[in-house]
């Protein structure tokens, strides 16, 4: 089966964020100072603007596969869909990791899904904290790609807070902020995936996602 351009980009953006987001976090635990110092220059970098900051560029826009670099529009010096999301990904990792003695990182858990956990983990006799449910219903009502990254950063930095780490997958992550940041894709795709991610009944560790598995 051949993929479509839109497939590959998918696949390829997703295993590209999981994979960068899982060796910084490897580094990390394991206490490099290179690893620490570039996660330290991630977290003060706007998560909305590739490029700003010429010390992480390495890392958000170094060797990436055509797939990430030429999608629709063909090479230009403006920053693709998947530049966008990718450096977002990134931006929003390292926010989520600092000061955590494990990985945030987790395999398979969406944005819809680590939303619900923390929700539930903030309940005070409700089954989803009010508040946290609407900072994500704020993402998904954003107008702009900025808006979305700014409402999913503070988002970010809830979960931060949390005493009992709450995980979520970067590379899946990574898919969602593409197809909000390209125009010419339906954002509505991504809103039902919150929405049905957000209420679903919690799954056992060993259970994917539907998303996990494309």
């Not at 944005?111 to 994500?136: H, K, N, P, S």
């Amino acid at each position: 089966m051949i993929d479509s351009p839109y497939r590959s980009v998918r696949r390829v953006l997703k295993a590209t964020a999981a994979a960068r987001v899982a060796e910084l976090q490897s580094r990390v635990l394991a206490d490099n100072s290179e690893a620490v110092a570039t996660v330290a220059r991630l977290r003060r970098c706007d998560p909305a603007d590739v490029g700003a900051e010429p010390l992480v560029w390495a890392v958000t826009l170094g060797d990436l596969p055509d797939e990430l670099t030429s999608y629709r529009t063909g090479r230009s010096d403006l920053p693709t869909p998947a530049e966008r999301a990718l450096h977002a990904g990134l931006v929003l990792y390292a926010l989520h990791q600092q000061s955590r003695d494990e990985g945030v990182h987790r395999p398979g858990v969406s944005l819809g899904g680590a939303v619900g956990q923390l929700a539930r983990m903030r309940a005070i006799d409700e089954d989803l904290d009010a508040a946290t449910v609407a900072r994500l219903h704020h993402a998904a009502l954003a107008t702009s790609f900025e808006g979305h990254v700014h409402h999913l950063r503070g988002l970010i930095q809830l979960m931060r807070a949390e005493k009992q780490t709450v995980g979520l997958d970067y590379g899946l992550l990574a898919v969602d902020l593409w197809q909000l940041a390209d125009p010419y894709q339906d954002t509505r795709e991504v809103l039902t995936r919150w929405g049905r991610d957000l209420h679903a009944r919690p799954k056992p560790p060993n259970l994917t996602t539907t998303e996990e598995k494309k």
